[in-house]
């Protein structure tokens, strides 16, 4: 999806902050590595428990991994007449006028990919699909639409803390998961596999793991 960004879709991305995720590309999700890891993350300290010693999640941590904004406000969503605007002019992209778990990630990208414009139609879309890869995503296969209720302008995503928010998420999700481990995990795991895999690089010299200065992860 980033590769298909216009200048000036790119030029916004910069602008609201997310900089880093117009080099970041995710070849695979392992799946034994990520039960592996996500038992691994002790949500009552934040903390990620490893053989060879402990990292503390921190916003600091999140933003040197994503390059998200760790500064600034923290996130609200709203509910006023203006958001539900926002929504709906969202959902009439494709074809529908209500309802939370219609949309899937693959249609939303592929709108992404239709058009160099920089709308607000762009930057919800991409705003949806950043935050269902990075933050917290459905158990299901249609997205998560919270993040259309983020209660400011659009384009003042850099003023606020979104490192803050994926830790929330991270810990929300996980004491959901342990309560119910047959359930799909919704939250960052992207985060901790790439930490994860940092650390069995230099640990183990692993050929087959490469993660460049460019937070491009390959398995």
Known sequence: MISALSDAQQQWVEDAGFKTLLHFELAELPQRLSYKVLKSFDEKNCLLVLKNGEIQITENVVYAVLGLPYQGAEIQFGQDDRIQE?????????????GQNLVKASDVVDKIKQTGDVDDTFKMNFLVVMTNVLIR?????FVSQTILSFNDDLDNCAKYNWAKHLIKSLVITKKRWMHTSSLFFTGPMVFLLVIIVQTIKVQSKIPNVVISN??????
């Not at 926002?86 to 006028?97: A, D, E, L, N, P």
């Not at 995503?137 to 296969?141: E, V």
């Not at 460019?214 to 398995?219: G, R």
């Open 86 to 98: 926002r929504i709906k002019k969202w959902r009439s992209q494709f074809g529908i006028t209500d």
């Open 137 to 141: 995503s459905n158990t299901n296969n």
């Open 214 to 219: 460019k937070n491009c992860l390959h398995i």
